[in-house]
Each structure stands twice: as structure tokens, then as C-alpha cells.
């Protein structure tokens, strides 16, 4: 970026020097320094420019690419260590002085930022803002990749169909375009959506091709993404030894290339796949791991699902307390997060931890909320579930006709579940 100073009026003349010595003269950072510092040349400069609202240059500086092992740009490769504040300080100025392309970028930018946050109604609505701008624009490969993030949080929120939809188009938009980039990540996401359906053999072909195509592109974070989804759907099936190799090969490249999302969901992963084959106490070596990384860059959605899975390994130890104690903390995140689906789940775990310690009234009132929330999403799969848990609580306390009545409504439903496969 070139400076003249000689054009620079005397109020800017402090801040584009600042500019000048922090873009060309500043010594290199030292090479025990932290990923931040490597780059807070560039933070600074940014602000600098900012203050004499040259957005032009700002942008510049927000789209420099880095010499890192991802090679991402500026505002990208702080999201992929967890510098998720310092990424939103970047794009509200931007948002709020710029306009179309800019100003778009900005906007999916600060609402990736705040979906790893958990800040879920936020992400949707900066992201329909870009959206109505790319499509302004006609912003062809810019209008699917919001589709694509939109996607991602419609993930995050449980709406796995409005998810593939988005996918799908990122996905076709991507090819036709011959966006080899795009089309890497719609087919990741469209994965991980068939994944949140259910459908295994779905999820696989598409992390399978994604699998495929990163390694062609290049690009490790993308393979170590796909590693990762690979891992988790083959534990959901039971190849559990082929799962730890999964997350063990994406654990090294996160590792690698400092992605740390990447390293918490391996080591998250590798604990779920240990607690699986009953090594609860390796399990919570891993989940512990994660849970310091993910309370280091403050990620809740993370520090949520690493909660939960504590939770389970210290029950199957007979740590009740304990799990009490991670169950308690998981169901505040994911009510903070608005995020039903698993604040149900953790209810649900939550009760079947006080079942355990014998606590059979909290359980019933842990089922029963839990239950409530069920009922609402129309999961009849929890909803048969803790129909039974609560017949079962109510057996415990020896209330014969709750027990008896819970489980008649559960036997109604498998009935008009038979009727329904009978017609």
C-alpha cells in the first residue's frame, strides 16, 4: 500500500504514519509470539485508517492474505484461531461506512463471527442483509456462499432441510460458476446437514467427495474438516476404531495450521468416541483438553456440547455430582443460545443423572421440562423416550398410577405409529 505523505493534510499526518511504520518498518514479531501480535501490525494499521475514514485502504488491509499454513485473508484467519472479537472490531466500521461489496463482505463476515459465538438470530440477520446487497449487485458466487453460511446456522439451530436447501444451491451455483473453493465447502456442509438428518450414507458420499476435492485445492483445513465429519458419522455407526484415526489425522492438521475450532472439536470427539467404548476416564482426558480451549477463545457453542459429553462420562463412572454439576452449566449455554434442541437433550441427561443418584423428584422435573420442549419440535423419537423415563421415575417413587399413565401414553403412540406404517 502506497502512502504519500506529502498529500496527507496535517491532522491525518499522525495516523497515515502510523500506517506507513506498521505496514513497512516494524520489525518482524518474534517467533515465540502469539498468533495475535504475528498480526497486529495489521490490526493496527487498520484502526489507523479507520480514524481517517479511508475505507478504501481499510479494505485492503481486511483482505491482506497471509503468510500462514491456511493462507487465508486477514479477517478469516483471525476466526480460525478464535479471534472472534477482534474480527467483529474489523468488520463494524466497515458495515457501518461502506457500501456493496465491502460492506457485504463485512456483513458475512461478522456473521460467521457471531454464529461461533452462538449468536444465532444475530448470523441471520447480518446475513440476509448481505444477501439483499449480492443480490443487488448480481453477485452470483457472493449470493450462494451467503446461502451456504445461512445454511450453516440453520444447521446450528436443528432446521437441517432449510440447510440442504441452502446447501444445495451453494453447491450447484458453486459448479456451474466452477468455483472449486465454494464447491468445497458446500459439499462439507452439505454433509454435516444430511449428518444433523440422519442420513449416514448421505453425509458420507458428500464428506467423501469433500474429502476428495481439498486435497486436490490443496487445502488442509478443508481435509481436516472433512476428516473430522468422517470421524463422527463412523462412531455414530460403530466403527469406533476407525473414528479415532479420523479425528486423530484432523487433530494433527488443525494442530498444524493453528485452527483452533479444528482442535477442539478433534479432541471433543475423540472423548465421545472413548466414552463410547467405555474408557470413560480417557474420555474425560479429551473433553477436558477441549473444554480449556474452548473457554480460551470463548466459544459456547463448543464449551455446550463439551459440557454435555462430561456430563455422560462422569454418570457412566458413578460420578454423580459432577455430572450434575456439567449438565447444570450445559443447559444455561444452551438456553442462552436459544438453541432448543439441546437444551433439551441436556435436560433430558440431566434427569437421567439425578435418576442415578436417586434424586427421582428433580429427575421428574428435568423430564417434564425436557419433555415440554420436545412436544413443541415434534420429536417423537425424545418424546417416546422420556415418556418412559418418567414412567420409570414415577415407579421408583412408588406413584404406581403416574408410572402406569405415562406409559400408556407411550404405548398410544407406538400404536398410532403402527397404524400409520399400516396404511
Known sequence: MKINLDEVTTEQLADYTAVEYYLTVEDDPPHDATNLEKVRRYLEAFNHLSKVQNWEASGKVLLTRLDTPTKQLLHDQLGTWGYYSEQVDLYEPLIKNCDFILKAIALNGIAMSYHA??????????????????????????????????????????YSDTAIQCHQIHLNTARNIQDREGETMALGNLGNAYMTSGDSIKAIQYHHQHLLLARELQDPRGEGNALGSLGSIYNSLVYSNSAIEYHQQRWLIAHKIQDRAGEIEALNNLGLVYESQGNCYKAIKYCEKALLLAQEVKDPEFQGKILANLGTAYRKLGKYDKAIDCLKKCVNIKRKLQDNRGEGNALKYLGIAYYCQRDYVKAIENYQKSLSIVVKMQNNEAHEQLLIYLGMAYCALEDYEKAIAYNQQYLTIVREAIQQLKK
Open 117 to 158: 459465538q452462538g449468536e444465532y438470530s444475530k448470523a441471520i440477520d447480518y446475513l440476509k442483509e448481505a444477501l439483499g446487497i449480492r443480490f443487488n449487485i448480481f453477485d452470483v458466487q457472493g449470493i450462494a456462499m451467503t446461502l451456504g453460511h445461512l445454511g450453516i446456522v440453520y444447521d446450528s439451530l436443528g
